[in-house]
């Protein structure tokens, strides 16, 4: 019953002509398609019916016999493209708008494949039963979709920090306890040596090349889980570092270039940069071919970007992302920057090289500008050919 009242069976009784009317109309834009149609054709021809004939009739009477037979033809065309003109528009409109629910679908799923998930479809007055039906199951699969992914987002947000817990934590440990044993043990070589007779130093010199190779090799490791430079000395200073390194490794030329004055920048900031330039030089010496590659650092008044650039053989970013054999390095990219509020543009092509760019909102005093970096040191020091 209460269902009843709130389609509106019982206003259709209790109000005027006007709201029977209104009731009405409103019942006719809820048919489904199929009816629309129905009734506009039989109205259409019921209309055409009675307008036909009356017309007829009358020019019957109106025009002498001879007239009449001499425009008779001219009557029958009138007719005919009238009306079939007529019924074209009305159906046209019909149509059009009976199936603009659908329409709204469509566009609302192509956004939502762009990613824009904000987006629902609105409802509209044309809708019937089984349209609504599926547009409110649409709107209900994108809020499925878009809690799903915001759940995807956070786990994987928080494996990353795991991640990084982790990796500090090994780095931690194999410098401060493998490390300081294989220095003891160093150590403990050198006063052995100074007391052996000569003919058994060489076995110890062995020892003492083999205990520094392993001193180094964990060194390395611990680097490159968590380089003590960055959290000591900053992201600029790491850089350098890491460029150095990948030159030693690669023998690829690397420029680095730092644009603006960039201190020391939250520690969470730092790590994600440096994350994002480790994994961008990892995939150039494992998949670029390239001869050169630029790094830039650059510092604008709204944000931090770091720009990888190399002129390797390029691929499809697209294709990447839609395979599903992916791994896990650009997405983690992405993933991190998304941690505090970046953004990463991958911008490849096969045969065009590939540059990487990642943006965080930045500036205060932890970043300035270069323009305004120099207009602050002009303003610091007025002459600084005296001093
Ligand atoms: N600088 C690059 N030059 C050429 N191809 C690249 C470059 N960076 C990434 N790719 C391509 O993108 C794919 C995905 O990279 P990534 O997510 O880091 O995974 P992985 O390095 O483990 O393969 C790589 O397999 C490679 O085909
Ligand atoms: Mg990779």
Redesign the pocket.
């Known amino acids: 019953m209460s269902q009843m009242s709130r389609d509106g069976a019982l206003p259709l009784l209790r109000g005027g002509p006007g709201d029977l009317l209104r009731a009405l109309g409103e019942r006719a834009l809820r048919l489904p398609l199929f009816y629309k149609i129905l009734i506009a054709n039989t109205l259409l021809v019921a209309a055409g019916a009675v307008i036909g004939t009356t017309l007829s009739f009358r020019a019957g009477h109106q025009l002498s016999g001879e007239a009449y037979y001499r425009w008779r033809y001219a009557y029958i065309l009138l007719f005919a493209t009238g009306g079939t003109a007529l019924s074209a528009l009305i159906y046209s409109l019909l149509v059009r708008w009976a199936l603009r629910p659908l329409e709204q679908l469509q566009e609302a799923a192509e956004a939502i494949r762009r990613g824009q998930f904000n987006v629902r479809v609105p409802p509209h007055p044309f809708r019937d039963a089984q349209m609504e039906q599926l547009v409110e199951t649409f709107n209900q699969m994108v809020e499925t979709i878009v809690s799903n992914s915001e759940r995807l987002h956070w786990l994987s947000q928080q494996i990353l920090q795991a991640q990084e817990e982790e990796r500090a934590r090994i780095a931690r440990e194999l410098h401060d306890e493998a490390a300081q044993w294989l220095t003891s043990l160093l150590i403990r070589q050198r006063l052995l040596l100074r007391s052996l007779p000569p003919e058994m130093r060489p076995e110890v010199e062995e020892l003492q090349r083999m205990t520094t190779a392993a001193l180094e090799h964990l060194r390395r490791i611990a680097m490159e889980l968590r380089p003590a430079i960055l959290d000591d000395l900053g992201l600029v200073e790491a850089l350098r570092w890491q460029a150095e390194e990948f030159q030693k490794q690669t023998g690829l030329s690397l420029t680095l270039q730092i644009q603006g004055r960039i201190e020391r920048l939250p520690r969470q900031v730092e790590l994600v940069l440096y994350r994002v330039a480790q ?2 030089l ?3 010496a ?3 071919r ?1 001869t050169r590659v630029e790094i830039t650092l650059n510092c604008s008044t709204e944000h931090l970007e770091l720009l990888i650039a ?1 002129d ?4 499809d970013p697209e294709a ?1 992302r839609r395979s599903r054999a ?6 983690g990219m992405a993933e991190r920057l998304a941690l505090i509020g970046g953004t990463l543009e991958i911008d ?1 092509a096969p045969g065009k090289g ?1 540059r990487i760019r990642a943006r965080v909102p930045a500036g205060g005093p932890h970043c300035l500008a270069r323009e305004v970096w120099h207009d602050e040191r002009r303003t610091e020091d007025p002459h600084p050919d005296r001093g």
């Open positions: 994994e961008a990892t995939n150039i494992r998949h670029a390239a190399d390797g053989v390029g691929f990447v992916r791994s896990l390095g650009l997405i490849s590939t």
